[in-house]
């Protein structure tokens, strides 16, 4: 079963750091980008960050840059999420979700999701 | 920066077709992507690159993108559809979302 399992959310007081990871399963990690996508409570979808297959390529929404870092490890086929310096605003459940992206640089859509984690920023 | 736009709600009758739209600044010449959101679920992709279905996606669903908007399509739209959709799109380096649709089905 194709799957993405994350994990690491919590309470954190403004300025902390917390670390989310995703564990994917079921399919070949290495082939997919991934993407990091938050949604506040009761509020939309806003994209974080985005990781290529080979970690060549890392972007980042204005919101959390210089803040956020995105990484992952292809032999433990795991997406993380290193944030820093938290804000109230930060306060979201986090997805996780792949993306296919093929060798023109078309982009599939984000076809999988995990359950979210959520993380809550508050003294 | 980009941004793409969508009405807050759209209603429909049970049977009928729903139409949400998703304006954006010359959005025909981008790819456009739906996904579809249950209360207390993850989101689910319906429609990629303007008009394709992910595998199990129901044939009501279907997408279309033009100028400046995209509009899902839901055909024949039953009470199960009831769900906030959201639009998609890439702008250079950013992935930019709608602010949501809520789909009401009565």
């Known amino acids: 079963e194709v799957q993405l399992v994350e994990s690491g959310g919590g309470l954190v007081q403004p300025g902390g750091s917390l670390r989310l990871s995703c564990a994917a399963s079921g399919f070949t990690f290495s082939d997919y980008y991934m993407n990091w996508v938050r949604q506040a409570p009761g509020k939309g979808l806003e994209w974080v960050s985005h990781i290529s297959s080979s970690s060549s390529t890392i972007y980042y929404a204005d919101s959390v840059k210089g803040r956020f870092t995105i990484s992952r490890d292809n032999a433990k086929n795991s997406l993380y999420l290193q944030m820093n310096s938290l804000r109230a605003e930060d306060t979201a459940v986090y997805y996780c979700a792949r993306e296919y992206v093929d060798a023109l640089t078309y982009y599939y859509g984000m076809d999988v999701w995990g359950q979210g984690t959520t993380v809550t920023v508050s003294s | ?106």
């Open chain 2, 1 to 106: 920066s980009y941004e793409v736009t969508q009405p807050p709600s759209v209603s429909v009758s049970p049977g009928q077709t729903a139409s949400i739209t998703c304006s954006g600044d010359k959005l025909g010449g981008k790819y456009a992507f739906w996904y579809q959101q249950k209360p207390g679920q993850s989101p689910v992709l319906v429609i990629y690159q303007d008009r394709k279905r992910p595998s199990g996606i129901p044939e009501r669903f279907s997408g279309s993108n033009s100028g400046n908007t995209a509009t899902l399509t839901i055909s024949g739209t039953q009470t199960i559809d009831e769900a906030d959709y959201y639009c998609q799109a890439w702008d250079s380096s950013t992935v930019v979302f709608g602010g949501g649709t809520k789909l009401t089905v009565l």
